[in-house]
């Protein structure tokens, strides 16, 4: 019944910002991490942001900090990634992902999104 719904994925051109959200509803767990990964076509599945329960821990990867902001919403129990500077290396879906664990940058959580499709154009 846990379910974690996103959105705000689109096409934008380099240089352009977007804002995904994901959204977790079912039973009402409130997941210790939350946070963001990103896979193009042909390639690995990779970390791209993710941020504790308290919301003062965030973690990002190499080739998006300083261009991307991940914030929680508690209280809506949402997590959102804003994507500023975009380049078209970013195009990928991006997945929503949870866990009650402690490592945000490992890919071993148990709870996924959908995915939201994010085109950068030239």
């Known amino acids: 019944q846990v379910q974690l719904d996103e959105s705000g994925g689109g096409l934008v051109q380099a240089g352009g910002s977007l804002r995904l959200s994901c959204a977790a509803s079912?039973?009402?767990?409130?997941?210790?991490?939350m946070g963001w990964f990103r896979q193009a076509p042909g390639k690995e599945r990779e970390f791209v942001a993710a941020?504790?329960?308290?919301?003062?821990?965030?973690f990002y990867a190499d080739s998006v900090k300083g261009r991307f902001t991940i914030s929680r919403d508690i209280v809506k129990n949402t997590v959102y990634l804003q994507m500023n500077s975009l380049k078209p290396e970013d195009t990928a879906v991006y997945y929503c992902?949870?866990?009650?664990?402690?490592?945000?940058?490992?890919?071993?959580?148990?709870?996924w999104g959908q995915g939201t499709q994010v085109t950068v154009s030239s």
């Open positions: 941020m504790m329960r308290t919301g003062d821990s965030a």
């Open positions: 992902a949870a866990k009650f664990g402690t490592t945000p940058t490992i890919d071993n959580y148990p709870y």
């Open positions: 079912g039973r009402g767990f409130i997941y210790n991490v």
